[in-house]
């Protein structure tokens, strides 16, 4: 089955090579407006003819309704910049991205915690729960759900939940610096009250677009 991690990076990778071959050739200019009007009549075109795999179709629709309801500031080819040089750049030769292992994800914890951020591990997250942490950022994660998303070799073979209240965006951040892509579920109401829901995938390979990292020149 064909992974969204693959089909979408294939998808925008794609995209903006069209696009800089049709500047090339001086059938669209270089400049935001034309940018934006040629990615979304691909784009358009691109869910007509059916041309990728069905898992991509909710997000290239999305990316429609973008262009249309907002002109040159949807930003397509930001954002599909952003999305290819985010994936790609965690791949290795075989285009596969992280494997997930226990050993990364508490190196993960470790940088965390050297940022001033509470993790809590150790308990289980059944129900609605409180977790008071005085303002301190903070990331709970489920020791059950752990164990039973971790194989006996200690690599990461189902989705983990990660609840975290503080600056969502250094948590992207941190998390993209160990190798980990971050799907978002709520930013606000989970089971922990007060935290968002995030979660990570084995090998990356979420059902959506991740939240991506801080631009960095």
Not at 153 to 160: A, F, N, V
Request: proline share 2%.
């Amino acid at each position: 089955m064909t992974s969204f991690y693959n089909e979408i990076l294939h998808v925008v990778t794609e995209g903006l090579s069209t696009l800089v071959t049709a500047q090339e050739s001086g059938k669209t200019q270089k400049n935001p407006v034309s940018e934006t009007v040629f990615l979304s009549a691909w784009v358009t075109k691109m869910i007509k003819q059916q041309c990728f795999d069905h898992c991509v179709s909710k997000t290239l629709l999305q990316w429609q309704k973008q262009s249309r309801t907002m002109g040159k500031n949807a930003q397509l080819k930001v954002q599909f910049e952003r999305i290819k040089n985010t994936l790609s750049a965690l791949n290795d030769a075989d285009d596969h991205s992280t494997v997930i292992t226990a050993e990364l994800i508490d190196d993960f914890y470790r940088v965390l915690e050297a940022a001033d951020w509470l993790v809590t591990n150790e308990y289980e997250v059944n129900r609605k729960v409180s977790h008071h942490t005085d303002g301190q950022a903070s990331l709970v994660v489920c020791a059950a759900q752990y164990k039973s998303a971790m194989n006996e070799q200690g690599t990461l073979i189902k989705p983990l939940s990660f609840y975290i209240r503080g600056n969502a965006q250094q948590f992207i951040d941190l998390a993209y610096q160990q190798g980990i892509l971050l799907f978002k579920i709520t930013d606000y109401k989970s089971k922990v009250k007060f935290h968002g829901e995030y979660v990570i995938y084995p090998d990356n390979a979420g059902t959506h677009l991740p939240e991506l990292p801080t631009v960095t020149n």
